[in-house]
């Protein structure tokens, strides 16, 4: 089973990581999503759960309005050619949400380490980085180094890249 909230609430308490975190209806998209602008400070994830043509998995997380590139991306995050979008049953075996509730810390749940984490350079120069904790009704306002840190006590590395353009 998936972590709860709360599992990862906990996990983040143990670390001695500080969040806020604000509840909100669903949010399925960044436009959904700017409706909270003014709200929330800090810098606003969009994540592509995407996979190669070899199954392996990566995670990218970039700001809200950042403009990737599809066709290319693949040569920036090491992947084996082109990468596609990963199947809905792959995102919930994998970091245990749904489409629409992609977020960076969806990786607690991949304990067999089988997704690269990369995270967006332009996104990592905000102070305060928000992300859904496992769930689309609610945004998480984490500092940038502990989001890092975050990522590295999971068992993955923090992939800090120059992705968007």
């Known amino acids: 089973m998936p972590k709860t909230e709360a599992e990862l609430f906990a996990f983040l308490a143990d670390l001695g990581i500080d969040v806020s975190t604000r509840r909100h209806p669903p949010l399925f998209t960044v436009a959904d999503s700017q409706a909270l602008r003014g709200e ?4 606003h994830t969009k ?8 199954d392996n998995f990566f995670l990218v997380s970039v700001g809200e309005e950042a403009v990737v590139d599809l066709k290319q991306i693949h040569q920036v995050i090491g992947a084996a050619g082109r990468v596609s979008f990963g199947r809905p049953e792959m995102l919930m075996e994998l970091l245990g949400v749904v489409p629409g509730a992609v977020t960076v810390f969806g990786l607690i749940n991949d304990t067999k380490l089988r997704v690269k984490v990369v995270l967006d350079q332009a996104l990592m120069d905000h102070a305060v980085i928000n992300a859904h904790p496992l769930t689309n009704e609610a945004t998480t306002s984490i500092a940038a180094a ?3 840190r975050f990522v590295e006590a999971t068992g993955h590395d923090a992939a800090i890249l120059k992705v968007s353009a």
């Open 40 to 43: 929330i400070a800090g810098g």
């Open 146 to 148: 502990d989001l890092v």
């Open 47 to 54: 994540n592509l759960f995407l996979r190669d043509k070899k």
